[in-house]
């Protein structure tokens, strides 16, 4: 499976078309969130924008760095920042499944499952799922 950076001159237009006014108000903030509770090495930044060939979205912190994450399932580990990013953007899919607007638990609810597909052909597949299962 392909993924490809998006520019930053589409990233506002790629993520509306998406997830409506859904991404700047509910998933990023929970993707942040997330970063934060699962991971005291993450303390903010920059992160890189990917879109995967079976149309899944997925961001992830643009670090030369590993974050060690800590899951609530009891997995511990260090993951690199785009594994960080796939298994961060999980759980907020995951998440937001439960929400109250129906048509972006659906949207959540496919991505996640995209991106889980991606994550099995990940090179840290095996800490990803170990952290998301």
Do not use: K
Not at 30 to 45: H, I, K, M, Q
């Amino acid at each position: 499976m392909q993924r490809t950076l998006i520019p930053e001159s589409q990233r506002i237009a790629h993520t509306a078309q998406l997830f409506g006014v859904h991404f700047p108000l509910r998933l990023e903030p929970t993707v942040y969130a997330l970063a934060g509770n699962l991971s005291a090495d993450y303390t903010g930044g920059y992160w890189h924008f990917y879109r995967l060939d079976n149309h899944t979205f997925y961001m992830a912190p643009s670090a030369d760095r590993p974050f060690r994450l800590i899951s609530p399932n009891g997995y511990q580990g260090d993951l690199s920042p785009d594994a960080f990013g796939v298994t961060i953007c999980l759980f907020a899919y995951s998440n937001l499944c439960f929400g109250t607007n129906q048509d972006f638990r659906e949207i959540c609810a496919d991505q996640f499952h995209g991106l889980r597909r991606f994550a099995l052909t990940h090179p840290e597949a095996q800490a990803i799922l170990a952290a998301i299962d």
